[in-house]
């Protein structure tokens, strides 16, 4: 039935609920589950798809900004004649330029001028060039003369505290007061405890490196202003250029499609689309602006480094009794928390009665923070997860069982205690372990003789992720046309985890339609319809609910439309997809139902499309909605070398319904990688006396390539289909599958060096790192 | 984490750090009117005042016709003697497939094939690349019908973003053409100079497996 455009479902299609109820949960599917190529894969391997970067309009001029090479910095003089006079230049803006002269929200009060005099981090905005080639505008950038007066600034977060710190703004550099969290007694929990350890470690600023580069491509038409944007989310791009500029809403479209990869980092508006929409203005000109990968390494956000001191006691048995942790960390120059989320875990994971929190924010001159993968997440799970590894030695226990011992039911951290929908944690420990042949590798690493140099460790790590369901707002819009062909209209972007895909699924299987009748519009603000950036993993949870229900009330209509045709109410109707059939009682006798086909009714005919609107609604009340995790991995170290290489992974996720396991399977793979490379490989290195970054590209910060990570990368889903969290069953994926990487490695490297009791407290564990650690333990 | 450094077998391309590798220092840490003069012995006069190798480079003026061929058709265009082939393809014959990621050879975003052999078009001048035979993905397709490899890319999910993806497929494509048979070992080795912050590289790796098997079909 396929070239009519309707599948055969696998058990009756669903019908409507009532018009203002949820729609009833699904039973078994027919697309949702299974291994579906992306709706988009064609554009994406075919070179079709047009990312923002590959935006090329009519006279378009390209911008270049000057940033600063300082890590603090006050602006003396800017001479730009000798720019302005070189070969296509065309505009060049400072501080001194009118239409330039408005002040940049970072947030957390903090509003100074789009180009400040006062610099307080390397690559903060001075000025910016249109010229006609991006060549001509960085000789112009190049061209430009200006005198800095570098200031001593605060570069290291311990330092920044003390009193001889060079302030990044009057009234010393503590960003906020310390946040602190109790709950129980955490004297009475260490004093029952049969084990109590304590540890410190580290986890080193990661860079986000999507590989399609921060930018933007801004054009006016009149009074309104369209702007290309690489970003997770147009919606938030258009208020802020909107409030910032001083224009409605109306007049600023801010277009998405196509985005090469955030992480984070892309869900924010940034000054570049500011700048690229001054220059823009004041040519008469489209004005594509693309950062440099230096730039987006300076500028465009980071993972906050951590310190972090932690406590963990326990039972005898393994119960555990108390939890601490503090965390110094930082947002930045302009504010914000640096620390956020760094405890959730360790409030929130494991059951543990007495628990005790301190955050502190500083500020120093660099990069303002942004949101990355899992905010918070890695680092706390770093410390949280090698500490529990630790207590499981201590204690003679097997790690996962220790684990095991304490698994929550309710939500800790939050008010109330509520108690999660589902919860994962307990079958992914279990079920991860046993597909591993976690005992057995555990016996074979213990059992290598301390002689041997190149030495295998295993080791595991859980997690959870603050939020799994989704939440409001989203709109979604389901059009029917004329000839059975489906419109989906969404505005939320596709970051890379399918979210086109999945998206077209639910409104297949809730309306019995094939993938090639489904067309997509999503991402733009001028033509879609409201959602939040696609961050925080809520996408699916959130737009898959929306497009449930938008499909509903679609079904509802043409329900409608039939019993007004065949004189019937709508509940004598039933829908299958490409007719719609009359229930009664010769179907009962065996003869055919009466039915209409959906393209044949006269409303349809009359009207040439049918709509269907859907939103996302509240979650349900006291309840948390988390997904969870654990990974299981087995590594390779040389001790003569200090060289780590992964061998196996082993990923067990419990996110709910799984989706499209083709998908899911790739962002769990995919977050593996990531971990590996924040457990390995990558640090942002800041020179401790300048305060400039020292591996500013992709040579010296190191990515992990394909050489780099475990050729066996096993993925195995846990299927727990959670009704309550939305209708679609479904939790988020693409954050929790980051967070236990890096402790995982970690605890399976301390496993490989068990005779030497050598445990690697700071990330990356780079080679030097490794062959360090191993020396002192060995002299010790 | 140093195996990344490994050279790929003879023939089968270029990794990012093998290709780094091959330029002098001085190229890669200067300015790219240095690498002009460094990289095209037939450019050294048009970039510098004098015949001292100390000399200050001359800013770069006007405009240069040169023919490119890319998948099988000649375009003449007018470049300045700094732009490089990525600049080329994208900005003055629309061929956006390959993609700007770091601009100095260490991504693998816009490889392309040059004479066959993957490159990184950001560090290949435009008018070194004359008389050589380019290709992008785009040149992989039969009409509107994607190429094997492209198809095994869509079907495995080797992507996410897709950013990437186009550079990946021509790694890929360059790989089989020298060895239509690799071992998972040789395709490690050979997708290695190719970047992918989604973290694909499990299915990228079963997509160029099971391109080997679509190629020979």
């Avoid at chain 1, 290291?156 to 060079?166: F, M, N, S, V």
């Avoid at chain 1, 986000?208 to 921060?214: A, Q, T, V």
Wanted: aromatic share 6%; proline share 6%; charged share 20%.
């Amino acid at each position: 039935m396929a070239d009519s455009g309707y599948f055969d479902p696998v058990s009756p299609l669903i019908q409507p609920a009532r018009p203002g109820e949820a729609p009833h949960p699904w039973g078994h599917t027919t697309l949702i589950g299974q291994r579906i190529p992306r709706v988009d894969a064609y554009e994406r391997v075919s070179g079709a798809a047009v990312f923002p970067s590959d935006v090329q309009l009519p006279g378009m001029l390209h911008a270049a900004i000057l940033h600063c090479p300082y890590a603090h910095a006050i602006v003396r003089r800017l001479e730009t004649t000798r720019a302005k006079a070189l070969p296509g230049v065309r505009d060049i803006i400072t501080a001194e330029t009118p239409e330039a002269k408005i002040s940049w929200p970072y947030g957390e009060g903090y509003a100074p001028p789009l180009f400040d005099t006062q610099l307080r981090f390397e690559g903060e905005e001075v000025a910016a060039v249109a010229a006609e080639t991006p060549w001509q505008a960085w000789d112009a950038v190049r061209a430009l003369e200006v005198q800095f007066d570098e200031r001593p600034a605060a570069v290291a977060e311990r330092l920044a505290l003390t009193e001889k710190a060079p302030n990044v703004h009057p009234g010393g550099n503590l960003a906020r007061p310390i946040q602190t969290y109790a709950r129980g007694d955490l004297g009475k929990g260490l004093a029952e405890a049969a084990v109590v350890l304590s540890g410190s470690f580290r986890t080193a600023s990661q860079l986000h490196i999507p590989l399609e580069r921060h930018g933007c491509v801004a054009m006016w038409d009149g009074d309104g202003l369209t702007v290309w944007e690489s970003t997770q989310g147009v919606f938030p791009v258009q208020e802020q250029l909107a409030a910032v500029l001083g224009l409605p809403l109306t007049r600023v479209r801010v277009r998405g499609g196509y985005v090469g990869g955030g992480f984070g980092s892309k869900l924010q508006t940034s000054k570049y689309a500011v700048i690229a929409a001054i220059l823009a203005r004041r040519t008469g000109r489209p004005v594509k602006l693309f950062l440099s990968r230096e730039q987006t390494m300076l500028s465009m956000g980071l993972r906050p480094a951590a310190i972090m001191e932690m406590q963990l006691a326990a039972k005898g048995d393994g119960s555990l009794t108390a939890t601490s942790l503090s965390v110094l960390a930082s947002g930045g120059a302009y504010g914000g928390a640096g620390s956020a989320l760094v405890d959730w875990l360790a409030k929130d994971l494991y059951r543990c009665p007495n628990v005790r929190t301190e955050l502190t924010d500083v500020m120093l001159h660099s990069q303002p923070a942004r949101p990355f993968r899992a905010p918070g997440y890695p680092q706390g799970a770093w410390a949280l997860e090698q500490m529990m590894d630790r207590l499981a030695d201590a204690l003679g226990m097997d790690p996962v069982a220790l684990r095991l011992q304490n698994i929550p039911t309710v939500s800790q951290a939050r008010d109330g205690s509520p108690a999660y929908t589902t919860t994962g944690l307990k079958a992914c420990l279990e079920e991860g372990a046993a597909a591993f042949g976690w005992q057995e590798s555990r016996q074979r690493t213990a059992a290598q003789p301390a002689t041997f140099t190149t030495r295998r460790g295993v080791g595991m790590a859980a997690c959870n992720w603050l939020v799994g369901g989704g939440f409001p707002p989203a709109t979604v819009v389901l059009k029917l046309l004329g000839d059975g062909s489906i419109i989906l209209n969404m505005g939320a972007s596709d970051i890379g985890g399918g979210t086109k895909t999945i998206m077209a699924m639910v409104a297949a299987e809730e309306l019995g339609v094939t993938l090639d009748r489904i067309h997509i519009e999503h991402a733009d603000t001028a033509t879609t319809q409201y959602a939040t950036a696609s961050g925080g993993s809520k996408t699916v949870p959130t737009e898959a609910p929306a497009v449930r229900e938008a499909a509903q009330e679609l079904k509802r209509q043409l329900l409608g439309w039939a019993a007004e045709e065949l004189g019937v109410k709508a509940e004598a109707l039933r829908y299958e997809g490409a007719s719609i059939v009359v229930i009664n009682h010769q179907e009962k006798k065996g003869k055919s139902p009466k039915r209409i086909a959906v393209t044949n009714l006269a409303r349809l005919r009359q009207q040439r499309v049918a709509m269907g609107v859907g939103h996302k609604r509240a979650n349900p009340k006291n309840k948390a909605i988390c997904p969870f995790g654990a990974q299981f991995c087995e590594v390779e170290v040389n001790t003569l070398t200090g060289e780590v290489r992964v061998v196996r992974f082993l990923a067990c996720h419990e996110s709910g319904r799984v989706m499209n396991r083709l998908t899911y399977d790739c962002q769990v793979h995919g977050g593996v990688v990531m971990g590996t490379g924040f457990a390995l490989t990558e640090a942002r290195i800041l020179d401790a006396a300048s305060g400039k970054l020292c591996n500013r590209n992709l040579h010296d910060y190191k990515l992990p390539t394909m050489l780099d990570v475990a050729t066996q990368t096993v993925s195995l889903p846990l299927k727990l289909p959670d009704d309550a969290a939305n209708s679609a069953g479904a939790k988020g994926l693409g954050e929790p599958v980051v967070v236990p990487t890096a402790p995982a490695i970690a605890n399976a490297v301390a496993d490989a060096l068990r005779p030497w009791q050598v445990r690697c407290t700071a990330t990356p564990i780079t080679p030097a790192a490794l062959l360090q650690a191993l020396a002192a333990a060995k002299e010790a | 984490m140093s195996s990344s450094a490994k050279s790929p077998p003879p023939g089968i391309g270029m990794s990012r750090r093998g290709f780094l590798k091959s330029m002098s220092v001085s190229a890669v840490a200067t300015t790219l009117t240095t690498t002009v003069a460094t990289g095209a012995a037939t450019l050294a006069t048009a970039t510098r005042t004098a015949a001292h190798d100390d000399a200050p480079p001359q800013l770069i003026q006007g405009l240069t016709p040169l023919t490119l061929t890319v998948n099988g058709n000649d375009h003449t265009v007018l470049a300045e003697p700094r732009w490089t082939l990525l600049h080329v393809l994208r900005e003055c014959l629309g061929i956006t497939s390959p993609k700007p990621g770091c601009e100095r050879g260490e991504c693998g975003s816009c490889t392309v094939l040059v004479d066959g052999v993957a490159r990184y078009a950001c560090l290949m001048l435009a008018l070194e690349a004359q008389g050589k035979s380019i290709e992008t993905v785009e040149g992989l397709m039969h009409g509107e019908a994607l190429g094997p490899v492209q198809q095994a890319f869509l079907e495995e999910d080797a992507l996410q973003c897709g950013y990437c993806t186009p550079g990946q497929i021509m790694a890929a494509e360059a790989l089989l053409r020298h060895q239509p048979d690799p071992t998972l070992e040789e395709i490690r080795v050979g997708m290695s100079g190719n970047l992918c912050r989604c973290g694909a590289y499990r299915h990228i790796l079963t997509a160029v497996a099971a391109a080997a098997i679509k190629k020979k079909s």
